[in-house]
């Protein structure tokens, strides 16, 4: 949702609505951000409590989910931070595509994670 406000801002920057969605988005973000912390947390403890602690699933998608954690926090973050400053503070357009390609990839990571919780390759537990 971030890089398609983003697009509607970078042709008008004086549009305050939009400036004022960027900034909730990118505060809804940073929250989501925080939050995703406990993901991992609950995964070992999810996989210990099942037994299933030592088989790859799990610990792929405990990866793939640390992965996308640092994607957002490292990557997608600063960059929405960087993109809101200038599409508020100057008249140069920031680098919408390549914001939505971090968004794209971050997407696809929790995708893979989804995909492996629901399908559960080799799991003795029956899923």
Avoid: K
Avoid at 101 to 126: C, D, E, H, K, Y
Wanted: charged content about 10%.
């Amino acid at each position: 949702m971030f890089p398609a406000t983003l697009r509607r801002t970078v042709g008008g920057p004086d549009d305050g609505d939009a400036v004022a969605t960027l900034r909730t988005l990118h505060r809804f973000c940073r929250v989501y951000a925080g939050m995703g912390i406990a993901v991992p947390l609950f995964g070992f403890a999810t996989a210990s409590s099942l037994g299933v602690l030592g088989d790859a699933w799990p610990i792929i998608s405990i990866l793939l989910t640390a992965l996308a954690a640092g994607v957002l926090a490292l990557r997608i973050l600063p960059t929405q931070e960087r993109a809101l400053t200038e599409a508020v503070d100057t008249a140069s357009p920031p680098a919408v595509g390549h914001l939505a390609m971090l968004a794209g990839v971050f997407n696809l990571l929790w995708a893979m994670v989804t995909v492996l919780m629901v399908i559960r390759p080799g799991s003795t537990t029956g899923g």
